[in-house]
């Protein structure tokens, strides 16, 4: 990643420089502006603090800022609930004695994985802060098979969708998917900035991928919970699923995955179709790997 100073500053400049006078209720006067957006003397004295302070909280400075002001400077600046915790993040790794590495997970426990299993009718999948996925049941990886056809390992939807031309057609919403996967990994970026496997992935999408690039310097931040994903599987054709995103409080820094469809939908019936064909998969895999055990 970066400079954790500059990453504070490019941060805190890109917020300030979204924002107009009129959006921050001050007073527009006559005459052109030579920055864009608010200027560091209206930030500061909309959070409250003095000019020179806030100069060096915008220069990196962050060590040592109180809660209040950094909820001071959040709502002058007109974050969003991400955007805050970012921002707390910033500052929480800032200090000194902050360089504690982030705990790996590689594996699921048995009983995250049981749970995954019983829920035999709703893809489902546990992916860690850098979006690999470390378990799915079987609905999930016949979902996602595009995914988990991706040679490279560990399996990661991030590396997916910026890397394998295949994601242009499977995920119906390119764009807007690029948009928040980048934007995801950027706020694990500011809980874990230490996590030296998010550290390689950021490389990795950043030599390798221009979109990555201009995406990852946006500084754009964004929660992955619930909503819409239009998927086109190369089976069973296109899908509108909802998604819930939910954290394991057992597995600090894992997420589960759920994937359902409204009963009697266009898409309640592909997913039954896929369930399907996951088994007619299953049981072709176990057919060879007999075969393969006899010879």
């Keep these: 990643m970066s400079d954790a100073r500059a990453e504070v500053r490019e941060f805190l400049t890109s917020r300030r420089a979204r924002l107009s006078p009129d959006q921050a209720g001050l007073p527009a006067y006559g005459g052109n502006r030579r920055v864009s957006g608010l200027r560091r003397e209206e930030v500061a004295m909309l959070t409250g603090v003095s000019v020179d302070y806030y100069v060096r909280l915008e220069r990196g400075n962050l060590a040592g800022a109180s809660e209040s002001v950094l909820d001071a400077l959040a709502r002058t600046l007109q974050l969003d609930e991400a955007e805050?915790?970012?921002?707390?993040?910033?500052?929480?790794?800032?200090?000194?004695?902050?360089?504690?590495?982030?705990?790996?997970?590689?594996?699921?426990?048995?009983a995250v994985a049981q749970v995954l299993d019983a829920m035999a009718d709703a893809p489902a999948w546990v992916r860690n802060g850098r979006h690999?996925?470390?378990?799915?049941?079987?609905?999930?990886?016949?979902?996602?098979?595009?995914?988990?056809?991706?040679?490279?390992?560990?399996?990661?939807?991030?590396?997916?969708?910026?890397?394998?031309?295949?994601?242009?057609?499977?995920?119906?919403?390119y764009d807007?998917?690029?948009?928040?996967?980048?934007?995801?990994?950027?706020?694990?970026?500011?809980?874990?900035?230490?996590?030296?496997?998010?550290?390689?992935?950021?490389?990795?999408?950043?030599?390798?991928?221009?979109l990555f690039r201009q995406r990852w310097a946006s500084r754009d931040v964004k929660y992955h919970r619930s909503g819409v994903k239009r998927l086109h599987?190369?089976?069973?054709?296109?899908?509108?699923?909802?998604?819930?995103?939910?954290?394991?409080?057992?597995?600090?820094?894992?997420?589960?995955?759920?994937?359902?469809?409204?009963?009697?939908?266009?898409?309640?019936?592909?997913?039954?179709?896929?369930?399907?064909?996951?088994a007619s998969q299953d049981a072709a895999n176990a057919a060879d790997s007999a075969a393969s055990a006899v010879l």
């Design 132 to 173: 690999d996925i470390l378990a799915a049941n079987r609905m999930g990886r016949a979902l996602y098979a595009p995914v988990f056809d991706d040679p490279r390992r560990p399996v990661n939807t991030t590396r997916f969708t910026y890397l394998n031309p295949a994601a242009r057609e499977f995920w119906r919403d």
């Design 176 to 210: 807007q998917v690029a948009n928040d996967a980048a934007a995801m990994l950027r706020l694990e970026a500011g809980r874990a900035p230490h996590d030296e496997g998010l550290i390689r992935l950021v490389g990795e999408l950043s030599t390798q991928s221009e």
């Design 84 to 110: 805050r915790e970012y921002l707390f993040d910033l500052a929480r790794n800032a200090g000194p004695g902050r360089t504690r590495a982030a705990r790996t997970h590689v594996e699921v426990r048995p």
């Design 233 to 278: 599987h190369p089976v069973v054709g296109d899908l509108d699923l909802n998604y819930e995103s939910m954290e394991l409080p057992s597995e600090p820094g894992l997420v589960m995955n759920v994937y359902t469809a409204p009963a009697g939908s266009p898409t309640a019936d592909a997913l039954k179709m896929l369930a399907s064909w996951a």
